[in-house]
């Protein structure tokens, strides 16, 4: 087929009845994470950030009271 042909061919075959998806609703956004594992995952986190604070604070000597 000449390539002229395969051109038009492909016009036609785009204006054929079904040729174009029809989307009637936009497809959700899937995350990889849902929100309970997300919060659960930042509760930790954060939370283990927040004792080694403490911990560090405890565990340091109180101003000029070392040798």
């Known amino acids: 087929m000449a390539p002229v042909n395969r051109v038009i061919a492909a016009k036609a075959k785009k204006a054929e009845k079904g040729g174009v998806k029809k989307k009637v609703k936009e497809e959700k956004v899937k995350f990889p994470v849902g929100p309970v594992l997300m919060g659960f995952l930042l509760f930790v986190v954060v939370g283990s950030a927040l004792l ?13 009271g070392g040798v």
């Open 52 to 64: 080694q604070v403490l911990r560090n604070a405890q565990a340091s000597q109180p101003f000029g």
